[in-house]
Protein backbone atom coordinates (compact mmCIF):
# COMPACT_ATOMS: atom_id res chain seq x y z
CA UNK A 1 0.00 0.00 0.00
CA UNK A 2 2.96 2.62 -0.13
CA UNK A 3 2.87 3.03 3.80
CA UNK A 4 4.80 3.01 6.95
CA UNK A 5 3.19 1.76 9.88
CA UNK A 6 4.70 4.04 12.60
CA UNK A 7 5.02 7.26 9.71
CA UNK A 8 1.31 6.77 8.35
CA UNK A 9 -0.38 5.38 11.07
CA UNK A 10 -2.38 3.36 9.07
CA UNK A 11 -3.78 0.02 8.31
CA UNK A 12 -4.70 -2.89 10.13
CA UNK A 13 -1.28 -3.70 11.87
CA UNK A 14 -1.32 -0.11 13.51
CA UNK A 15 -5.47 -0.31 14.60
CA UNK A 16 -5.38 -3.85 15.88
CA UNK A 17 -2.28 -3.03 18.26
CA UNK A 18 -4.31 0.37 19.30
CA UNK A 19 -7.45 -1.19 20.09
CA UNK A 20 -5.89 -3.87 22.31
CA UNK A 21 -3.95 -1.14 23.97
CA UNK A 22 -7.44 1.21 24.30
CA UNK A 23 -8.69 -2.11 26.03
CA UNK A 24 -6.21 -2.45 28.76
CA UNK A 25 -3.84 -5.02 26.96
CA UNK A 26 0.14 -4.07 27.22
CA UNK A 27 1.11 -4.44 23.57
CA UNK A 28 4.75 -4.49 22.14
CA UNK A 29 4.95 -4.06 18.57
CA UNK A 30 8.65 -5.01 16.57
CA UNK A 31 8.85 -3.58 13.36
CA UNK A 32 11.89 -4.60 10.72
CA UNK A 33 12.07 -2.19 7.26
CA UNK A 34 14.03 -4.09 4.97
CA UNK A 35 14.50 -1.09 2.19
CA UNK A 36 16.69 1.22 4.21
CA UNK A 37 15.85 5.37 3.41
CA UNK A 38 17.59 6.57 6.03
CA UNK A 39 20.12 6.06 8.00
CA UNK A 40 20.79 2.38 7.89
CA UNK A 41 21.56 2.00 11.72
CA UNK A 42 18.93 4.01 13.24
CA UNK A 43 16.61 2.56 15.68
CA UNK A 44 12.95 4.17 16.53
CA UNK A 45 11.52 3.72 19.56
CA UNK A 46 8.02 5.48 20.53
CA UNK A 47 4.81 4.73 22.37
CA UNK A 48 1.85 5.67 20.19
CA UNK A 49 -1.60 5.17 21.81
CA UNK A 50 -0.28 3.02 24.32
CA UNK A 51 1.73 0.89 22.22
CA UNK A 52 5.17 0.34 23.15
CA UNK A 53 7.03 0.33 19.12
CA UNK A 54 10.61 -0.21 18.42
CA UNK A 55 11.42 0.10 15.13
CA UNK A 56 14.61 -1.34 13.33
CA UNK A 57 16.18 -1.20 10.01
CA UNK A 58 17.44 -4.68 8.31
CA UNK A 59 20.61 -3.06 6.88
CA UNK A 60 22.71 -4.27 4.10
CA UNK A 61 24.13 -7.43 5.36
CA UNK A 62 20.74 -9.81 4.85
CA UNK A 63 21.84 -13.15 6.28
CA UNK A 64 23.51 -11.45 9.12
CA UNK A 65 20.97 -9.35 9.90
CA UNK A 66 18.41 -11.57 10.16
CA UNK A 67 20.27 -13.56 13.09
CA UNK A 68 21.04 -10.48 14.46
CA UNK A 69 17.03 -9.34 14.36
CA UNK A 70 16.16 -12.72 15.61
CA UNK A 71 18.51 -12.41 19.07
CA UNK A 72 17.52 -8.92 19.39
CA UNK A 73 13.70 -10.63 19.24
CA UNK A 74 14.37 -12.94 21.47
CA UNK A 75 16.22 -10.34 24.31
CA UNK A 76 12.78 -8.02 23.86
CA UNK A 77 10.50 -10.75 24.77
CA UNK A 78 12.52 -12.18 27.58
CA UNK A 79 12.37 -8.67 28.65
CA UNK A 80 8.13 -8.03 27.81
CA UNK A 81 7.52 -11.38 29.44
CA UNK A 82 4.76 -11.43 26.56
CA UNK A 83 1.86 -14.20 26.94
CA UNK A 84 1.52 -14.58 23.84
CA UNK A 85 3.45 -14.07 20.45
CA UNK A 86 1.87 -12.24 17.13
CA UNK A 87 3.04 -12.90 13.95
CA UNK A 88 1.80 -11.03 11.16
CA UNK A 89 3.26 -8.92 7.77
CA UNK A 90 4.83 -11.77 5.30
CA UNK A 91 6.36 -15.68 5.89
CA UNK A 92 9.78 -14.24 6.96
CA UNK A 93 7.93 -12.13 10.41
CA UNK A 94 5.78 -15.05 10.86
CA UNK A 95 8.41 -17.91 10.47
CA UNK A 96 10.84 -15.60 13.27
CA UNK A 97 7.85 -14.91 15.69
CA UNK A 98 7.34 -18.68 15.68
CA UNK A 99 11.49 -19.19 16.54
CA UNK A 100 10.94 -16.72 19.25
CA UNK A 101 7.43 -18.44 21.21
CA UNK A 102 8.81 -21.74 20.29
CA UNK A 103 12.14 -21.02 22.12
CA UNK A 104 10.40 -19.37 24.90
CA UNK A 105 7.70 -21.35 25.20
CA UNK A 106 5.05 -19.56 24.24
CA UNK A 107 1.47 -19.81 22.05
CA UNK A 108 2.00 -18.09 18.86
CA UNK A 109 -0.77 -16.26 17.44
CA UNK A 110 -0.81 -15.56 13.14
CA UNK A 111 -2.35 -12.56 11.26
CA UNK A 112 -2.67 -13.31 7.32
CA UNK A 113 -4.12 -10.15 6.27
CA UNK A 114 -2.72 -11.57 2.66
CA UNK A 115 -2.00 -15.06 1.05
CA UNK A 116 2.11 -14.94 2.01
CA UNK A 117 2.52 -17.25 -0.42
CA UNK A 118 1.56 -15.02 -3.54
CA UNK A 119 4.60 -12.24 -2.44
CA UNK A 120 7.56 -12.33 -4.04
CA UNK A 121 9.80 -13.15 -0.96
CA UNK A 122 8.00 -16.92 -0.60
CA UNK A 123 10.56 -18.00 -3.26
CA UNK A 124 13.60 -17.41 -1.28
CA UNK A 125 15.10 -21.30 -0.16
CA UNK A 126 12.28 -22.69 2.29
CA UNK A 127 10.00 -19.71 2.76
CA UNK A 128 6.63 -21.26 1.63
CA UNK A 129 7.37 -24.68 3.88
CA UNK A 130 8.48 -22.77 6.74
CA UNK A 131 5.22 -20.67 6.28
CA UNK A 132 3.01 -23.81 6.15
CA UNK A 133 4.64 -25.15 8.81
CA UNK A 134 4.36 -22.40 11.42
CA UNK A 135 0.60 -21.75 10.09
CA UNK A 136 -0.13 -25.59 10.55
CA UNK A 137 0.80 -25.34 13.79
CA UNK A 138 0.45 -21.74 15.11
CA UNK A 139 -2.49 -21.49 18.62
CA UNK A 140 -4.62 -19.05 16.64
CA UNK A 141 -4.69 -17.93 12.97
CA UNK A 142 -6.66 -14.98 11.96
CA UNK A 143 -7.72 -14.37 8.30
CA UNK A 144 -8.72 -11.20 6.12
CA UNK A 145 -11.25 -13.52 4.63
CA UNK A 146 -13.20 -16.27 4.68
CA UNK A 147 -11.43 -18.10 1.56
CA UNK A 148 -8.18 -17.87 3.12
CA UNK A 149 -9.67 -19.36 6.12
CA UNK A 150 -10.87 -21.82 3.85
CA UNK A 151 -7.01 -22.32 2.58
CA UNK A 152 -5.80 -22.53 6.23
CA UNK A 153 -7.88 -24.68 7.47
CA UNK A 154 -7.55 -27.57 4.01
CA UNK A 155 -4.58 -26.61 2.81
CA UNK A 156 -2.32 -26.17 6.01
CA UNK A 157 -4.38 -28.18 7.84
CA UNK A 158 -3.97 -25.55 10.88
CA UNK A 159 -4.42 -27.08 14.24
CA UNK A 160 -5.01 -24.48 16.09
CA UNK A 161 -8.14 -21.97 16.21
CA UNK A 162 -9.15 -19.68 12.70
CA UNK A 163 -11.19 -17.01 12.66
CA UNK A 164 -12.26 -14.39 10.14
CA UNK A 165 -11.21 -10.72 10.76
CA UNK A 166 -11.94 -8.85 7.91
CA UNK A 167 -10.09 -5.03 7.47
CA UNK A 168 -12.33 -2.16 8.40
CA UNK A 169 -12.49 1.12 8.79
CA UNK A 170 -12.01 4.59 11.00
CA UNK A 171 -15.50 5.76 10.89
CA UNK A 172 -13.90 9.51 12.06
CA UNK A 173 -12.54 9.21 8.64
CA UNK A 174 -14.88 7.69 5.94
CA UNK A 175 -18.27 8.58 6.08
CA UNK A 176 -20.34 10.52 4.23
CA UNK A 177 -19.91 14.18 3.94
CA UNK A 178 -20.35 17.20 1.36
CA UNK A 179 -19.58 16.03 -1.98
CA UNK A 180 -18.59 19.90 -3.26
CA UNK A 181 -16.36 20.51 -0.44
CA UNK A 182 -14.63 17.50 -0.75
CA UNK A 183 -13.89 17.90 -4.14
CA UNK A 184 -13.00 21.61 -3.52
CA UNK A 185 -10.23 20.60 -1.37
CA UNK A 186 -8.65 18.00 -3.69
CA UNK A 187 -9.19 21.09 -6.54
CA UNK A 188 -11.36 18.33 -8.64
CA UNK A 189 -14.13 19.39 -11.09
CA UNK A 190 -17.39 20.00 -8.78
CA UNK A 191 -19.77 19.60 -11.84
CA UNK A 192 -18.00 16.53 -13.29
CA UNK A 193 -18.81 12.91 -13.27
CA UNK A 194 -16.36 11.67 -11.56
CA UNK A 195 -14.63 7.96 -11.00
CA UNK A 196 -11.80 6.15 -9.47
CA UNK A 197 -9.99 4.57 -6.68
CA UNK A 198 -7.35 4.50 -4.79
CA UNK A 199 -4.00 2.49 -3.45
CA UNK A 200 -1.10 1.28 -5.11
CA UNK A 201 -1.56 1.17 -9.12
CA UNK A 202 -0.04 -0.57 -11.84
CA UNK A 203 -0.51 -3.77 -14.36
CA UNK A 204 -0.09 -5.72 -11.63
CA UNK A 205 -3.60 -4.37 -9.87
CA UNK A 206 -5.59 -4.23 -12.56
CA UNK A 207 -4.96 -0.49 -12.99
CA UNK A 208 -4.22 -0.88 -16.80
CA UNK A 209 -8.03 -2.57 -17.46
CA UNK A 210 -9.34 0.46 -15.66
CA UNK A 211 -7.79 3.13 -17.80
CA UNK A 212 -8.45 1.21 -20.68
CA UNK A 213 -12.16 0.88 -19.70
CA UNK A 214 -12.35 4.75 -18.74
CA UNK A 215 -10.81 5.72 -22.66
CA UNK A 216 -14.25 3.77 -23.55
CA UNK A 217 -16.10 5.42 -21.33
CA UNK A 218 -15.07 8.98 -21.90
CA UNK A 219 -15.41 8.54 -25.78
CA UNK A 220 -19.14 8.24 -25.04
CA UNK A 221 -19.63 10.62 -22.14
CA UNK A 222 -17.55 14.22 -22.31
CA UNK A 223 -18.06 15.10 -18.57
CA UNK A 224 -16.50 11.74 -17.50
CA UNK A 225 -13.10 12.01 -15.04
CA UNK A 226 -11.08 9.62 -14.01
CA UNK A 227 -8.94 10.18 -11.14
CA UNK A 228 -6.02 8.28 -9.30
CA UNK A 229 -4.28 8.21 -6.17
CA UNK A 230 -1.78 6.37 -4.41
CA UNK A 231 1.90 5.11 -5.12
CA UNK A 232 2.92 3.96 -8.75
CA UNK A 233 3.92 0.11 -9.19
CA UNK A 234 6.95 -0.64 -11.61
CA UNK A 235 7.10 2.49 -12.87
CA UNK A 236 3.49 2.28 -14.08
CA UNK A 237 2.45 5.59 -16.17
CA UNK A 238 -0.10 7.46 -16.11
CA UNK A 239 -1.94 9.56 -19.10
CA UNK A 240 -0.85 13.04 -19.33
CA UNK A 241 -4.41 14.12 -20.18
CA UNK A 242 -6.97 16.40 -18.71
CA UNK A 243 -9.45 13.97 -18.69
CA UNK A 244 -7.46 11.99 -15.67
CA UNK A 245 -6.20 13.89 -12.51
CA UNK A 246 -3.94 11.30 -10.57
CA UNK A 247 -3.36 13.02 -7.44
CA UNK A 248 -0.31 11.42 -6.25
CA UNK A 249 0.39 9.72 -2.67
CA UNK A 250 -2.80 11.05 -0.52
CA UNK A 251 -2.82 11.02 3.25
CA UNK A 252 -4.98 9.00 4.95
CA UNK A 253 -7.71 11.72 5.62
CA UNK A 254 -7.77 12.65 1.68
CA UNK A 255 -8.40 9.53 0.67
CA UNK A 256 -11.59 10.30 2.91
CA UNK A 257 -12.24 12.90 0.71
CA UNK A 258 -11.34 11.08 -2.30
CA UNK A 259 -14.28 8.50 -1.66
CA UNK A 260 -16.79 11.64 -0.74
CA UNK A 261 -15.86 13.05 -4.05
CA UNK A 262 -16.46 10.51 -6.73
CA UNK A 263 -19.49 9.16 -8.55
CA UNK A 264 -18.27 5.58 -8.61
CA UNK A 265 -15.46 3.88 -6.60
CA UNK A 266 -13.61 0.96 -8.42
CA UNK A 267 -11.83 -2.14 -6.74
CA UNK A 268 -9.43 -2.66 -8.92
CA UNK A 269 -7.93 -6.48 -9.01
CA UNK A 270 -6.87 -9.53 -11.15
CA UNK A 271 -7.72 -13.16 -11.15
CA UNK A 272 -4.66 -14.17 -9.59
CA UNK A 273 -3.96 -16.05 -6.09
CA UNK A 274 -3.22 -12.56 -4.64
CA UNK A 275 -6.80 -11.23 -5.15
CA UNK A 276 -8.80 -14.73 -4.52
CA UNK A 277 -7.16 -14.33 -0.79
CA UNK A 278 -7.21 -10.86 -0.24
CA UNK A 279 -9.76 -8.29 1.13
CA UNK A 280 -9.48 -5.04 -0.50
CA UNK A 281 -9.01 -1.92 2.23
CA UNK A 282 -10.29 0.57 0.17
CA UNK A 283 -13.50 -1.37 0.07
CA UNK A 284 -15.38 -0.68 3.22
CA UNK A 285 -13.55 2.92 2.80
CA UNK A 286 -15.78 3.10 -0.03
CA UNK A 287 -19.00 1.89 1.57
CA UNK A 288 -18.28 3.94 4.31
CA UNK A 289 -18.46 7.12 2.40
CA UNK A 290 -21.81 5.93 0.74
CA UNK A 291 -19.80 5.65 -2.63
CA UNK A 292 -21.32 2.67 -5.11
CA UNK A 293 -19.08 0.28 -6.44
CA UNK A 294 -17.92 -1.71 -8.36
CA UNK A 295 -15.19 -4.24 -8.08
CA UNK A 296 -13.55 -7.26 -9.86
CA UNK A 297 -15.20 -10.64 -9.57
CA UNK A 298 -12.74 -12.32 -7.31
CA UNK A 299 -12.23 -13.70 -4.37
CA UNK A 300 -14.22 -11.88 -1.08
CA UNK A 301 -16.14 -9.46 -3.57
CA UNK A 302 -17.55 -12.41 -5.60
CA UNK A 303 -19.79 -13.41 -2.30
CA UNK A 304 -20.32 -10.13 -0.74
CA UNK A 305 -21.30 -8.39 -4.23
CA UNK A 306 -22.84 -11.00 -6.24
CA UNK A 307 -26.51 -9.61 -5.14
CA UNK A 308 -25.67 -5.77 -5.91
CA UNK A 309 -24.76 -6.49 -10.11
CA UNK A 310 -21.61 -4.37 -9.63
CA UNK A 311 -18.95 -6.73 -10.35
CA UNK A 312 -16.30 -6.83 -14.00
CA UNK A 313 -14.61 -9.46 -15.41
CA UNK A 314 -11.09 -7.99 -13.87
CA UNK A 315 -9.72 -9.09 -17.41
CA UNK A 316 -12.05 -7.37 -19.66
CA UNK A 317 -12.10 -3.17 -19.89
CA UNK A 318 -15.67 -3.69 -22.07
CA UNK A 319 -16.73 -5.47 -18.58
CA UNK A 320 -15.40 -3.06 -16.39
CA UNK A 321 -16.83 -0.12 -18.69
CA UNK A 322 -20.68 -2.01 -18.35
CA UNK A 323 -20.17 -1.98 -14.48
CA UNK A 324 -19.66 1.37 -13.92
CA UNK A 325 -21.80 2.85 -16.73
CA UNK A 326 -24.86 0.96 -14.51
CA UNK A 327 -23.40 2.12 -11.28
CA UNK A 328 -23.62 5.67 -12.57
CA UNK A 329 -27.24 5.33 -13.50
CA UNK A 330 -28.29 2.98 -10.38
CA UNK A 331 -26.54 4.37 -8.15
CA UNK A 332 -26.54 1.33 -5.73
CA UNK A 333 -24.27 1.09 -2.46
CA UNK A 334 -24.80 -2.24 -1.13
CA UNK A 335 -26.46 -2.54 2.39
CA UNK A 336 -23.50 -4.08 4.08
CA UNK A 337 -22.33 -3.29 7.77
CA UNK A 338 -19.21 -1.89 7.54
CA UNK A 339 -17.13 -2.21 10.60
CA UNK A 340 -14.54 -0.38 12.52
CA UNK A 341 -11.13 -1.39 13.88
CA UNK A 342 -12.86 -1.26 17.19
CA UNK A 343 -14.85 -4.01 16.66
CA UNK A 344 -12.19 -6.11 14.75
CA UNK A 345 -9.52 -5.54 17.05
CA UNK A 346 -12.11 -6.97 19.99
CA UNK A 347 -12.59 -9.63 17.90
CA UNK A 348 -9.16 -10.33 17.96
CA UNK A 349 -8.85 -9.58 21.55
CA UNK A 350 -11.52 -13.09 21.32
CA UNK A 351 -9.39 -14.99 19.48
CA UNK A 352 -6.19 -14.70 21.54
CA UNK A 353 -8.00 -15.30 24.92
CA UNK A 354 -9.25 -18.28 23.11
CA UNK A 355 -5.85 -19.34 22.22
CA UNK A 356 -4.52 -18.90 25.76
CA UNK A 357 -7.40 -20.84 27.11
CA UNK A 358 -7.17 -23.62 24.79
CA UNK A 359 -3.36 -23.73 25.68
CA UNK A 360 -3.90 -24.44 29.25
CA UNK A 361 -3.07 -21.16 30.28
CA UNK A 362 -6.60 -20.83 32.40
CA UNK A 363 -4.81 -17.77 34.68
CA UNK A 364 -2.12 -16.19 32.06
CA UNK A 365 -0.08 -13.79 34.20
CA UNK A 366 -2.34 -10.81 33.05
CA UNK A 367 -5.16 -11.55 31.85
CA UNK A 368 -8.44 -10.76 33.00
CA UNK A 369 -12.00 -9.91 31.52
CA UNK A 370 -12.77 -6.24 30.46
CA UNK A 371 -15.53 -4.93 32.38
CA UNK A 372 -16.60 -1.21 32.46
CA UNK A 373 -14.26 -0.72 35.25
CA UNK A 374 -11.73 -3.80 34.82
CA UNK A 375 -9.01 -3.89 32.26
CA UNK A 376 -7.54 -6.54 30.39
CA UNK A 377 -3.79 -6.87 31.15
CA UNK A 378 -2.90 -9.19 28.37
CA UNK A 379 0.67 -8.48 26.88
CA UNK A 380 1.26 -9.47 23.42
CA UNK A 381 4.52 -8.98 20.98
CA UNK A 382 3.54 -8.18 17.70
CA UNK A 383 6.17 -8.78 14.99
CA UNK A 384 5.56 -6.83 12.03
CA UNK A 385 7.75 -5.64 8.74
CA UNK A 386 6.95 -1.47 9.62
CA UNK A 387 7.47 -0.57 5.59
CA UNK A 388 4.05 -2.17 4.84
Given at each position: MGK??????????????????????????????????????SILRQSVEGVEWQSFQLGWNWPVA???????LKKIARKFEPDIIVGASD??????????????????????????????????????????????????????????SQKVKTEYRAAGLVCTITNAVRPEIFHDRDKVAARRTLDLPESAL????????????????LLSAFDRLSCRNSSLFLVLAGPLDGGFLIPKTDKVRYLGELSHCNVGNLFNALDVGVVCNLNNQFA?????????????????????????????????????????????AR???????????????????????????????QALSTAHLTQPRRLSHNTSNQKNTHQSAFVKDSSH
Open positions: DLLRDRFGRFYEIPEILAARGNQICGVCLKYWTLTDRFIVRHIRRAAHIIMADYVATGLGLPLAVDLYDNFESYGATRLPGMKRGLRRVISNAAAISTVSDNLLVGTAGALGSGRGTNIEYCFPQKFYEMLACRLPVVAADVGAMRALLAPYDCLYDPESPDSLAVEGQLAARRIPELVVPSWKDRGADFQRLLE
